[in-house]
């Protein structure tokens, strides 16, 4: 079975602050995602890599940040936390040439005050 | 015009009956198609796929995609309490991506 793991459930950060959103996958996968899930809005893509070290900008990176420095591990980054980030955020993975299957993670719920 | 769009319902339905949810998309080009099932609190699952025209069935479960008129269907028959959930339609945007649409929200009652 795929397995997509996030580092946290639910995290509360402050404005400002720097925050770090990781997602391990175990299936061997070249595809990573990030989107975060909003009521009304659906999920709506922030960043995607196809490969370690290589990103595309989705529909929506504005104050986000990725790093792939491994083929397991896709990190999000949010650079200084805004009210406007308090979010779902889901992770998700897929084979090369299978992106329309993609497997998610838990979801983090971020809440920044 | 959205690449994706769904009625957000809520969709009502008794146990038993046959619920059918709707996507249309507005690239003609696209050439497979995405059903994810989201239960309240979780993340999305995967539950179907559809790449050419006509139905494909798995269980209770059957798509239905019409290109000509751009819209795929998800028919679930029998409906089940348990398959109240929302209903996520996607198409895919690029080689790899996916966009999806806001989804259905269904409501199957005993």
């Known amino acids: 079975d795929v397995k997509v793991t996030q580092s946290s459930r639910y995290l509360v950060k402050r404005t400002g602050e720097k925050v770090f959103l990781e997602c391990v996958q175990d299936m061997d996968h070249e595809n990573m995602f990030w989107y975060r899930q909003d009521p009304g809005l659906g999920l709506r893509l922030i960043y995607f890599?196809?490969?370690?070290?290589?990103?595309e900008k989705g529909d929506i990176p504005e104050g986000y940040s990725v790093s792939r420095e491994k083929k397991e591990r896709f990190s999000l980054i949010l650079e200084s936390a805004s009210t406007n980030q308090t979010s779902m955020y889901l992770c998700a993975s897929s084979a090369r040439g299978r992106g329309g299957e993609q497997y998610f993670g838990p979801g983090t719920r971020l809440t920044v005050t | 015009q959205k690449e994706v769009e769904q009625n957000s319902g809520p969709l009502s339905v008794p146990e038993g009956a046959i619920a059918s949810l709707n996507c249309t998309y507005s690239d003609r080009g696209s050439q497979s198609f995405f059903w994810y099932r989201q239960y309240s609190g979780k993340s999305p699952e995967l539950i179907m796929s559809i790449y050419s025209n006509g139905d494909k069935e798995d269980g209770r479960f059957t798509a239905q995609l019409n290109k000509a008129s751009q819209y795929v269907s998800l028919l679930i028959r029998d409906s089940q309490p348990s398959d109240s959930a929302t209903y996520l339609c996607?198409?895919?945007?690029?080689?790899?991506?996916?966009?999806f649409g806001t989804g259905t929200r269904l409501l199957v009652s005993p």
């Open positions: 890599s196809y490969d370690v070290k290589m990103k």
């Open positions: 996607a198409v895919p945007k690029g080689f790899q991506k996916l966009v």
